[in-house]
C-alpha cells in the first residue's frame, strides 16, 4: 500500500443495540452502561477501544483508543449511523509519526 493512501473501514451504529464487548471492558470499564457516539464521553471511550482492540494488539490500542475516539467516535451523529472511518492500524501509525514529531495529537490540553 502506497504511504499516502489512507485506509479505510466502514463502521455502523443503532443506538437501540448498543453492547459492550467483552474484551473491550476486560481491559478497561470506561462504560458498564453500553457504547456510545458523538460526545467525547465514557461511552465514546469504550466504543473507540473495542474498534482499536479489533484491529490493534492490547498495547498499540491502549496508546491510541482516546486520539482514536476525539478524531473520529466523537464526531459521528448522535444518532444511528453508517460511516467510513480511517482504519485503526493506519490511524495508530500516523499518531506515532505525530507523537514522535511533537505535534500535538488527541484530547485537548485544558
Not at 79 to 106: A, R
Amino acid at each position: 500500500m502506497d504511504k499516502c493512501q489512507r485506509a479505510i473501514m466502514k463502521i455502523k451504529g443503532h443506538w437501540d443495540t448498543r453492547r459492550i464487548a467483552g474484551k473491550s471492558i476486560a481491559v478497561k470499564n470506561h462504560s458498564p452502561d453500553g457504547f456510545a457516539w458523538g460526545y467525547g464521553g465514557s461511552g465514546p471511550a469504550q466504543l473507540a477501544l473495542a474498534i482499536c482492540l479489533d484491529q490493534l494488539p492490547t498495547d498499540k490500542a491502549l496508546a491510541c483508543y482516546q486520539a482514536f475516539k476525539w478524531k473520529y467516535i466523537a464526531m459521528l451523529p448522535p444518532s444511528d449511523f453508517e460511516t467510513e472511518i480511517e482504519d485503526p492500524k493506519h490511524f495508530f501509525v500516523l499518531n506515532e509519526i505525530e507523537n514522535q514529531n511533537h505535534v500535538y495529537v488527541g484530547t485537548p490540553p485544558f
